[in-house]
Each structure stands twice: as C-alpha cells, then as structure tokens.
C-alpha cells in the first residue's frame, strides 16, 4: 500500500475515533448529574436504647471495606432530629 494510502487510513481511523469519543462523552451528559443521596437502613441506639433526640453526624467514604483510604473530605450534619432509633 502506498504512503498516500496509508495518510488516509489513518486520518480516517483518527476521525473515527473522534467521532466514538465525542458519542461516548454526549451520552455521559445527557444522563444528567449523578445522584448523590444514599438510605441508610438501620437504627440508631444510645445505651442500648432507640435514640430519640437531636444528634451530630459525621459522613466519611473510604475506596474499601476494610484497611481503605478516605475519598473526599468528611461530611458533617449538625442537630439532626431522630425519632425512634
């Protein structure tokens, strides 16, 4: 194949790429923002007991489930109410 040939094969494939690139990226935005709220499923308890009251949180995400490293900084909620645990 001659060296003409060869130049637009390639800028053929780089286009294409381009193309798949920009394809993939478009998708990504059109889904929209990321959804960051999380349930939580369980109960809170103070001496044994349901908690019932005003309390601090502190929220921290790790890259593990043991032995990890923290992602991002530490969320902190202040004064929130909990009823029965």
């Not at 993939?24 to 929209?32: D, E, P, S, T």
């Not at 990321?34 to 502190?58: M, N, P, V, W």
């Not at 890259?63 to 923290?70: F, H, K, R």
Request: proline content about 2%; cysteine-free; glycine content about 10%.
């Amino acid at each position: 194949m001659n060296t003409y040939r060869l130049r637009i094969l390639f800028v053929i494939s780089m286009l294409l790429g381009v193309m798949i690139a920009l394809f993939g990226i478009h998708r990504a935005l059109a889904q929209g923002p990321i959804d960051t709220r999380f349930s939580y499923q369980g109960q809170l308890k103070e001496s044994g007991l349901l908690a019932h009251g005003t309390y601090d949180f502190q929220f921290s995400l790790y890259d593990a489930p043991s032995d990890g490293t923290q992602v991002g900084s530490t969320l902190t909620r202040d004064d929130v109410t909990v009823t029965d645990g």
